[in-house]
């Protein structure tokens, strides 16, 4: 039995119509419980939920400082390769796009990582569209390889694979898989996905069960806002933690909670999520989830960002960059355009006119703050930046 077949049985129409309905003495109920349900979730979720947010945050709050203290781990994306096979409307990678595009050679990847460790950052997110062309499994392999003696954690953002392609992975010294479902509403993601493996919805959803097996001790998952409505999915996270923390317990879970951001192919968002549905769904999660880690991306503006830290976020990325080679220009020499997946000559994009590599980043980020900037507001909101909270001898 794998999740999807739970997912399947799921009522999640009818938790979205509870959550639209529920009143305030429905939510303070569900806030007096020591172990919430799904059903409790979707209170939390609900319109009368926030209208009391406040209350909602200091319970958030406090179960944060209880589970993980004064603590933000602090990581940073590393994009391989912006080389994708997938049709989806809605990201800047898209194949179709006629975009510029370059996959880092080894060495460049080696040349961005160092000019994140100058920075501080010991923990990577390496991210690349879905090629096996071009980020073969061989060649993540390698990267791994590289990287690991000088990076305490190495996460991978990339296209789903068998658990024996991931096995290799792991043991080249990768402990994290991230992996966004997207959107959990089928409809949606077929009419948004249009070519390429990842219309498989069924085995994208299987991702995270298959990484556990090959030895991930990190596993993160999310959806991203602006597709559907935002409580489906979010009741639909919820789901899909609760699973993984019965069936894959040996793993850290995290949640990420990324919006929509402009892109090329200009996209717009089909739904509607705002700054205080936002900091609502950061309460429920933590209040639900108290021991699972809570993820913000630069997607979203600085000021946004600082205001929900105390709220239960554990993790955030900071200084980040959306195309290959950000750090330092890597790969610029070798960046060519792409028309409809077709190599053709290099030529102008807005989209990569303000870009070190000259590559096409996969979209706009909001907080454009140096990592050191984010780390002292940290530091003054009274909280810790931790850059390094692991180390692979533990497990030697």
Known sequence: ????????????????RQAREAGTAAVRESLARERLSLADFARLISPAA???????ARRSHALTLQRFGRVIRLFAPLYLSNECINNCKYCGFSRDNPILRVTLTVEEVLREARALAAQGFRSLLLVAGEHPKFVSREYLRAC???????FASISLEVGPMDTEDYRPLVQAGADGLVVYQETYDRAVYAELHTAGPKRDFNWRMETPERAYAAGFRRLGIGAL?????????AICVA????YLLRHCWKAFLTISLPRLRPCAGEFQPLTHMSDRDLAQLVCAFRIAF?????VLSTREPARLRDGLIPLGITLMSAGSHTEPGGYTGAGREHVHQTVRGRIVDAGASEW?????????GQFEIADERPAREVADLIQRLGYEPVWKDWDAALTA
């Open 290 to 294: 108290p021991d699972v880690g809570l």
């Open 144 to 150: 791994v390889a590289a990287l690991h003696p000088e």
């Open 352 to 360: 990569a006119a303000a870009t070190p590599s000259g590559a096409t």
């Open 1 to 16: 039995m794998s999740f999807v077949t739970e997912f399947d049985a799921l009522p999640v129409s009818a938790l979205c």
């Open 239 to 242: 789901a899909h933690a609760q």
């Open 50 to 56: 926030g209208e009391m947010l406040e209350l909602l």
């Open 225 to 233: 806002y602006g597709l559907a409505d935002w409580r489906y999915e």
